[in-house]
């Protein structure tokens, strides 16, 4: 079974950055997508970043330049560098993954879920 646990979320200024980690239990790094999504109440989960087994990106355009996405296969957990915060970016993050051989940006072809980081920019 896949467990992904979702961390270092938090308050934090305009402009100021912050980290999140998502550590993955029953995932097999090697192989697969992964990828941070985001959703506001009362609005669609939306993508923000994801990274294929070989290390490959993406991001929305909107997080282009700020968020940086990475992986530490050893470690087994998968990060989410946030720089140059902005109020916009207020929401609650989710770590995701999917064994897939193409990755994409869209949530419903992930299958496995953390519970999600609340992140507050003010």
């Known amino acids: 079974e896949v467990q992904l646990v979702e961390s270092g979320g938090g308050s934090a200024q305009a402009g100021g950055p912050l980290r999140l980690s998502c550590v993955a239990s029953g995932w097999t790094y090697s192989s697969g997508c992964m990828g941070w999504f985001r959703q506001i109440p009362d609005k669609e989960r939306e993508a923000v970043a994801g990274?294929?087994?070989?290390?490959?990106?993406s991001y929305a355009d909107s997080v282009k330049g700020r968020f940086t996405i990475s992986k530490d296969d050893g470690k087994k957990t998968l990060y989410l560098q946030m720089d140059s915060l902005k109020p916009d970016d207020t929401a609650m993050y989710y770590c995701a993954a999917a064994y897939l051989e193409y990755c994409y940006l869209l949530p419903n072809t992930y299958p496995f879920w953390g519970q999600g980081t609340q992140v507050t920019v003010s």
């Open positions: 990274i294929e087994s070989d290390g490959g990106t």
